[in-house]
Nanobody, 123 residues
Framework: QVQLVESGGGSVQAGESLRLSCVAS????????AAWFRQAPGKARERVAA???????RHADSVWGRFTISQDNAKNTLYLQMNSLKPEDTAMYYC?????????????????WGQGTQVTVSS
């Protein structure tokens, strides 16, 4: 049984940083693509960043230069370092994973999901 468990969310001021973590059990991140999505109230779930099994990273334009996705294969943990946070980054953040070599943009392509962690940024 695959479980993804996120942590690290919280409430911060604009300009501050947070690091999200997602520990996997029953799944090995190095076997496929892992991604972070976010969903704000009333908005669609969007992919923030993704990392392929080959280590190729992609970041959404809205977070480019501020957020960085990474993974520690020894700890089987996915990270999202978020710097210079803005109020518009406020959302529930989810980690997701799918086996194979391709990192899809659509959330319904991902087989495994965490429960989400809330990030709230105030101005």
């Amino acid at each position: 049984q695959v479980q993804l468990v996120e942590s690290g969310g919280g409430s911060v001021q604009a300009g501050e940083s947070l690091r999200l973590s997602c520990v996997a059990s029953g799944y090995t991140y190095s076997s496929g693509c892992a991604a972070w999505f976010r969903q704000a109230p009333g908005k669609a779930r969007e992919r923030v960043a993704a990392i392929s099994k080959d280590g190729v990273k992609r970041h959404a334009d809205s977070v480019w230069g501020r957020f960085t996705i990474s993974q520690d294969n020894a700890k089987n943990t996915l990270y999202l370092q978020m710097n210079s946070l803005k109020p518009e980054d406020t959302a529930m953040y989810y980690c997701a994973a799918i086996g194979g070599g391709y990192c899809y943009r659509r959330p319904d392509e991902y087989a495994y999901w965490g429960q989400g962690t809330q990030v709230t940024v105030s101005s």
